[in-house]
């Protein structure tokens, strides 16, 4: 089975402050995704990397396929109260076309 | 209106009784899939289907069974209920002509089941 870890499970930061959030595995994935999950909705896709070492920006976020597609990482500049929810990094494996997802990191950010 | 939909959005249901979770959408995908959402645990797959003929058992299919009525209709029931089945349930959609690479899913809003 693989097993996808986030870090932080959890984080509250202030508006203004940056932040980063980990996704780490021992297997490889074809692609990583990343869903951001508000109270009484289902997850939103907000980016898929598909390349070793790729990097992709979306405004304030920055996404990052680790060199061995193995993990991956997300950062936001300047966070604002509306970046506040659950984040899950999900992992498509080669052939497959099933997802495996992340443990999920809960972001707060207060004024 | 949702691109997927779930019924009921909230049940609250006893210990031993049977009961059916709905989805429909409306995307034309082929593929759906059921989850469950527990805290710190992120979104385990209980079942996926690629198409009306296709069922396939994910990491915790024990306990659960669905069915695929339609390309658009994909339930998911609980044929005896019992307190750790407690959590989230979400729907999802996938098309499979965007590729294995994309393999963007699509989300219902959810169904929060409580069984006392």
């Known amino acids: 089975t693989q097993l996808l870890e986030q870090s932080p499970q959890f984080l509250s930061i202030q508006e203004g402050e940056n932040l980063t959030v980990y996704c780490n595995s021992s297997s490889v994935f074809s692609s990583l995704q990343w869903y951001r999950q508000e109270p009484g909705e289902g997850p939103v896709l907000l980016v898929t990397v598909v390349t070793g070492g790729e990097v992709k920006k979306l405004k304030r976020l920055t996404f990052q396929f680790g060199d061995a597609r193995k993990d991956s990482s997300l950062h936001i500049t300047a966070a604002q109260p509306g970046d506040t929810g659950l984040y899950l990094c999900?992992?498509?494996?080669?052939?497959?076309?099933?997802?495996?997802f992340g443990t999920g990191t809960r972001l707060q950010v207060t004024l | 209106d949702a691109d997927v939909t779930q019924t009921p959005r909230n049940r609250i249901t006893k210990t031993g009784k049977r009961i059916m979770l709905e989805c429909s959408q409306t995307?034309?995908?082929?593929?759906m899939y059921w989850y469950r959402q527990d805290p710190g645990l992120g979104l385990r797959l209980i079942y996926y289907s690629f198409d009306v003929k296709d069922i396939n058992k994910g990491e915790i299919s024990d306990g659960y069974s669905v069915s695929r009525q339609a390309q658009a209709k994909f339930s998911l029931s609980l044929e005896s209920a019992i307190p750790n089945q407690t959590a989230l349930y979400f729907c999802a959609t996938s098309d499979s002509q965007e590729g294995i690479a994309k393999n963007i899913q699509y989300f219902g809003a959810g169904t929060r089941l409580s069984v006392l």
């Open positions: 995307k034309g995908h082929d593929r």
């Open positions: 999900a992992g498509g494996a080669p052939s497959a076309s099933k997802l495996t």
